[in-house]
């Protein structure tokens, strides 16, 4: 591990914007993030797979009503993100060093409003396929943790991904008003991300790949 690296890591355990298994509100946060950490009702918005956490604290900017959560396994990424909504005094924000996988540990039914997915790893492999955030395994997840109307965002540069999200979509009968586009810069929902971008997504941008986005929501009747 690199020297920074670790000095990263030592300082992410003296911040309170960060939860980690070692602190000890780690494993109540499910169903009391706005009591025990937020100290307020405002909803929820959580950034799966956040990295830098730009979606995070860009969106915490915009929104100073809401609350956000940064969720990600990469403890370097995460200082990032924290150190940017410290400077900011962003008390909106949380970062939370986890896996996907275990989002229901965390988050009780219900208890978010909006879901923002942000250029997730692609797992071009077809074996792979499980393991991408769009897959079904993590839409089930999404279903439960949103509210009635609640509603998830996704980005992604990469068009197998995209339409494979696309086509899952197209096979359930629970997902509602979904809209999309495969070049968000050229299309009706530019104001949709406040110009906000990922690490990721200005690097492919530059090389010239278009940004794909959709929006949609969750039937819970069905």
């Given at each position: 591990m690199s020297r920074q690296k670790q000095k990263r890591f030592e300082e992410l355990k003296e911040r309170?914007?960060?939860?980690e298994d070692y602190k000890a509100l780690y494993t109540q946060l499910k169903g009391n993030w706005n009591k025990l950490y937020f100290k307020?009702?405002?909803?929820?918005?959580?950034?799966?797979?956040?990295?830098?956490?730009?979606?995070t604290t860009g969106l915490a900017r915009v929104y100073p009503n809401r609350n956000f959560v940064g969720v990600d396994v990469k403890g370097d990424r995460l200082w990032v993100g924290s150190t940017q909504a410290i400077e900011e005094n962003?008390?909106?924000?949380?970062?939370?060093?986890?896996?996907?996988?275990?989002?229901?540990?965390?988050?009780?039914?219900?208890?978010?409003?909006?879901?923002?997915i942000t250029f997730p790893d692609p797992f071009r492999r077809e074996g792979d396929a499980k393991r991408r955030l769009t897959s079904p395994r993590y839409l089930e997840y999404y279903?439960?943790?949103?509210?009635?109307?609640?509603?998830?965002?996704?980005?992604?540069?990469?068009?197998?991904?995209?339409?494979?999200?696309?086509?899952?979509?197209?096979?359930?009968?629970?997902?509602?008003?979904?809209?999309?586009?495969?070049?968000?810069?050229?299309?009706?929902?530019?104001?949709?991300h406040y110009g906000i971008k990922t690490k990721f997504e200005e690097k492919f941008y530059n090389l010239?790949?278009?940004?794909?986005?959709?929006?949609?929501?969750?039937?819970?009747e069905k």
């Open positions: 309170e914007n960060v939860l307020n009702d405002h909803p929820i918005t959580v950034e799966m797979g956040c990295g830098r956490g730009e979606y962003l008390t909106n924000v949380a970062f939370l060093r986890a896996q996907i996988q275990s989002i229901e540990s965390f988050f009780a039914p219900n208890e978010v409003e909006t879901i923002w279903k439960s943790l949103l509210t009635k109307n609640g509603q998830v965002f996704f980005k992604t540069d990469n068009t197998p991904l995209f339409d494979y999200t696309l086509e899952l979509l197209s096979e359930r009968n629970d997902i509602m008003d979904l809209e999309y586009t495969r070049n968000l810069y050229d299309s009706e929902y530019m104001d949709d010239g790949e278009s940004i794909k986005y959709m929006k949609f929501r969750f039937n819970h």
